[in-house]
Each structure stands twice: as structure tokens, then as C-alpha cells.
DNA sequence: GCGTAAATTGAACGATCAATCAAATGACCG
DNA sequence: CGGTCATTTGATTGATCGTTCAATTTACGC
């Protein structure tokens, strides 16, 4: 059992950013704050990044590599139900930010919204971790297929379950109260609810069309 | 027919502040952009509002008057249906959304994100927008009370829909492509069928418990 | 131990930031 | 016309912004 190697300055770098991007925002937060809390100098820093843009890429792809080991794997440890996985998932979201006080919330969405329209290769990476998070929650769904109605949009029902979170965790981060996401996250359950019965019905019914159907 | 008061320099700030933070977020606006936009001077601007905190503050209290006026109004003009007004409300952000490039977005969730946790006034003023959105949007689902099932919570609806509105618009803005918020609406759409089905059958069964109900 | 490249240092740069203030001008009242 | 207060001017402040770079130290193959 060897010690783990400390922290390369390109990593400390790194992780303070991605830190202080989340708590501040992107604009909010200076190179010499970064500077500061990784104990680095700023040629150090602009020999691994040749500008804050490119700090603010790397913060990006790091999050890109975390997302299935820190945020979906957990959930995929609890349960092996497509559905309960959705409602794990956004359970998680939900106590982190109860548990940070009602701060910071959802560091990609954050930068969605403060980064998107000016910097195009943030965006595209913006874009990659949504695509990644409703991919991963599209196959939880897609295991789930029997149990939701024929004509749902399975893809769909996933960038409808990001929306929720992203919605909730907005407001209820707004308001200190979690309960605007609680009740956002009730409804989406009422939602499934709903379809669950109806696919039921279906199955029943082999194959009659079914009160949702709006084609 | 008078001729209009040209806008006072205090209106004319105003203005400029509120679509530039609009435009390219607070804290990427410079004061010294606010002043060109608006043809004042520094000193102009800091007798109306003693920093750039409070000129926030004053765009959001603009935000707050105009909430009516220029959102809910012309939808209700548009309907008396309670539910349609919902869906008209979504479209009418989803069109402007896509009718600016996917630019800019929902003016008070970005602010929201970047200024809420650092901003206590400003968050105040957030809130109460997002409360004010909400709260007429209840108006509208308590219309149609009787067309929703009976237990169901019409306030956290609302504050739902706005979760709907503010995720979908985010994704949507991201990828630059108006998918994300029309699959999202969609969903509400469906969601809302359901519902209504649900309360027809209520009401033949005259008061039996309903599918859904998770008391 | 030597040579070379990578990594790190930190002072310094020009630009821009939010904010100040004494002076000038404008509007309104008696 | 004189007096008074609100409004506007714009040069200027010190701080902080992101960034540069020559000099130095460290790491590593031969």
C-alpha cells in the first residue's frame, strides 16, 4: 500500500477552480484567488492553461469525466429499478444542496447560464455533460420500458427529468427552501405515477391506444 | 396627443443596466458600458443608485412591475382557460427564447444563479419575482380547479410549471436548439392530460379515491 | 555528473474595474 | 433677478483584473 501521490500543481490548479467556479461563479472569481487557495503562481498556472477560458474548459471536461463515477454510479449502487434510480438521483441533488446551505447548486448548470452564450467551447462542453446526463438517465429509463406507456418519449422523459432538476434546484436555491424542488420532484413522481398506471392498462389492454396519446 | 417625456437619465441607466445584465450577465457588465449604452455619466449614475448592488436592485423592482404587464397580461388576454393559459404562458417564453438566437434566456433565473448567493437584497427581489410568477399562475389552475383531481396540490403545481419553464429554457439556451424546452413542455402537456382524465373520472365516480394519490 | 527540457518563481504590465467629488449647469420658486 | 436645491459633468482615484516573461529550480535520460 503505497501513499497516494501528492496532488500535481496542474491538479491543485484545477480543483481550486472548479471549487471556487462553483462558490463564486466564473466571473466572480479571479486568477489570483485561484492563485491563492491552490498555492500556485500565476506562471505555473498559465504554463497548464493559456488563459481563464482554457481553465474554465478544463473545469469542464474534469466534470465531464465525474459525472457516471460521482453522480450516476452511486445511484446505480442503490437500485437496479430504472424509475427509483430517476427519483434516487434527484433525491441526491436535493439533500447536497439542503446540505450546503442552499448554495451554489448545479456548478454546470450555473455556468449554463453565466458562460453559454459567450464562450463557445464552454458551451459545447455544457451541452456534452447535459447529453451525457439525460443519455445515462435515457438508458435507466430504457430498462424501465415495459413498466411506461408505448408512445412515451423515452429521451424526452429524460431531458423532462434534467429540467426538473434544474428547475428545482433554481428556486429552491433562490428561496433557501427546499421545498419548491420537493414539490417540483412530487409532481414529476405523480407524473410516473400516472404513466405507470396507464401502461398497466395497456398491458391489459394488449394494445389499445391509450388516453395520453396525442399523435 | 402629447408628445412623450423623453426618458429621464435615472429611465435611461435603468434600461441600459437591465439589458446589458441581460445580455451579458452583472458581473460581466462594466459600469463604464452601462454609462456609454445610456449617453450619462459616472457621476449621474452613482446620485441615483449608490453602487452597482443597488442598481440591481432597481432593475429587479423593475422586473417585478413589469411582471404583469408585459407577461400575464397578454396571455390572459389571449384566454379565460385557465390550463391553456399555462401552455400559451410556455410557448410565449419558448418563441421569444428562440426568436433571440437561444441568446439571454429567462432574465431572472440567470441573475438567480449568479447573484443569489452573495446579493441578500437582490435574492429578496428574486424570490419575489419567482413568487409573483407563481402565485399567478395558481390564480389561472384554481380557474380549473374542477378539472384537475381533488387532491391535487395546485400551488406546487405552479411552482412546477415555473420549474418546467426555467429547465427547459436552460437547456434549450445551451444547446441552441429549442428541443430540450419543447420536449419538456411536452411532458407537462402529457402530465396534464392525465391529470384531466383523472378528474373526469372523479367525477362520475363522485369522490372515490384517485390513482395518483399518494397520501 | 552533464545536458536538456519541464516546471516553477514572482515581479511587473497595461487595461479595466467600481467609485469619488469638486465644479458647472439646470430647474423651479419667490 | 436671486436663491436654492437637484442634476450633470468628467477627470481622477486606488484596487483589481488577466496576462507576460526572464530567471531560477527541478526532474530525468545518458
Known sequence: ???????????????AARRLFHE????????????????ANSGTLYHYFDNKDALLVGVLEYYTRLLHPAVMGPVEQATGDGIERVFILLQNYRDGLAS??????????????????DHAAARDLIVRNFENWAANVHAWLESARDRLPFSTDLAAMSRFILTVMEGGMMQAR???????????IAHLRAYFDLL????????????????????
Open 196 to 215: 405507470q398506471t396507464q401502461a398497466a392498462a395497456e398491458r391489459t389492454a394488449r394494445g389499445g391506444n391509450s388516453p395520453g396519446d396525442r399523435s
Open 100 to 117: 450546503l446551505d442552499f448554495r451554489m447548486g448545479c456548478p454546470i448548470g450555473n455556468l449554463a447560464l453565466e458562460v453559454a452564450d
Open 1 to 15: 500500500m503505497t501513499a497516494p501521490d501528492p496532488p500535481s500543481s496542474r491538479d491543485r490548479i484545477l480543483e
Open 24 to 39: 463564486q461563479g466564473f466571473h466572480a472569481t479571479g486568477i489570483s484567488t485561484i492563485l491563492r487557495e491552490s498555492s
Open 174 to 184: 433562490a428561496a433557501r427552501d427546499i421545498a419548491p424542488m420537493d414539490q417540483s
